[in-house]
């Protein structure tokens, strides 16, 4: 068998692992195809896409990774309103499992990471790279087994609404800042809000720890990001983009994350009796010392409460919904 017939074996047995998974693609950090395998299904995706987002994906955090200097990258994970996008940097390759999470949620970790740990083993062969010694590959293959275990562990953070009772519809940011300090559990090492460039509207840095990236520019990196995913998703048939996840860090027991998802549109003094709207979204890193389940539990209720005094709007509440979705397929 050659290499290449290798590789195809092994991405073959992540795509059977489950009916959910319609496509698993390896390209490299370009977005170039290697190799790729996938099923027919009602979600028409296309390999090129993929790659193209496979790399996005990767590259748009990179950014607050190295300013924070939390490394490195382990996976991603881009929700979108019809599948899941799971990128796993391996070596000089991406790994790209597309899986409709709406069906079935989660993966599993186990079956994946030892999938991930002969492919490493493989993709050495493929580039004539040093052979690495067993405990590496796996220390690699824990570090994306906790990474994927953790993201869907933790504590379930019941449905609540952080709304004031008394606030101004026409100046919303008093009340938003209400509900951004009415988190109930201090999960988050900082968090905010901020525009579609970037410009930070009001955030929260609660770790007390001095970290190397200050709020505004972390604020302007993930804002910018998110919106290269939305620009590289366009007239794409998989839905519009609802959240992107990036899970770093060197230690498989100390991980960290990112995460940007939408959280409205804000209406701003009218100009030239023209109303200025702007897209709100929500940003965050923490750690997932608790998993990740309270984290998406708490940015649900914080979203659904700046929707009550906003208004709701029809991306932000697929993100929600998407939501209901993850924090209800839990590891136990």
Known sequence: MSVRESLIKHLTAILRESESTLLVVLCDLNGLSIAKIGRKSEVDVNPNQITSLASAAFSVSQENWDDLNIKDQVVSFTFFEKVCLITIRINQTLL????????????????????????????????GSEAETEEELESFSNKVRNALYLIEMGTEIENLSYTPDDYDPLNPLPAISEILDSMQ???????????PSGLMLDARDISGENLPISIEAFSANSTVAFQKMKEESQQGSIGDLLCYIAISGNNPEQLYGLITCPSGKLSFSKINKQSNIQEAYFIGLFSLDYGGIPIIGEIRNIIYSILEIIGNDEITDKFIRAAEILTKSKFD
Not at 118 to 124: A, F, M, P
Not at 187 to 195: D, K, P, Q, T, V
């Open 96 to 127: 790209t499992i597309v899986h409709n999470y709406v069906s079935e949620w989660p993966l599993d970790p186990d079956s994946l990471a030892s999938s991930i740990y002969y492919l490493k083993q493989e993709l050495n062969k493929f580039f």
């Open 185 to 195: 559990n201090e999960i988050f090492i900082r968090y905010g809000l901020a525009g």
